[in-house]
């Protein structure tokens, strides 16, 4: 099931709260976390545990995260529905899933860790 949430809501550090300054999480994704005020969160939960993130701000993707790829694609069709997704530097390790929901790579940039998406 997918949620979305921003950090003054009642659960949300419920759901997201370890994972800001998890170093498992800052491993994979070779980024770091954090709350600001103006992100919306898309939650993924399974039986009310959290398996998959993505925070958006004005229409631009910031944080990605998940434990299990069909799920990060679910999420990032949603907000692809929801949004007018510009450039985004994203977490390059979920680069096929980003193609899978529909995105586009920038791969005329190349950065070490991350890879810029954009939707048409």
């Not at 809501?9 to 498992?24: K, L, V």
């Not at 299990?68 to 390790?93: F, G, W």
């Not at 070490?112 to 998406?117: E, P, T, W």
Request: net charge negative; glycine share 2%.
């Amino acid at each position: 099931m997918i949620v979305k949430m921003n950090n003054k809501e009642e659960n949300f550090y419920t759901y997201m709260g370890r994972m800001f300054g998890s170093r498992i999480v800052q491993k994979q994704i070779n980024d770091r976390i954090y709350d600001d005020n103006d992100k919306e969160w898309y939650l993924y939960l399974e039986e009310d545990r959290l398996v998959c993130f993505v925070s958006v701000v004005k229409n631009v993707i910031k944080n990605v995260y998940t434990m299990k790829d069909s799920y990060l694609v679910e999420i990032l069709t949603q907000i692809r529905e929801e949004n007018k997704i510009q450039e985004s530097i994203v977490p390059n390790i979920y680069k096929d899933l980003y193609v899978q929901a529909g995105f586009h790579l920038n791969n005329e940039d190349t950065l070490k860790n991350f890879v810029i998406i954009y939707d048409k």
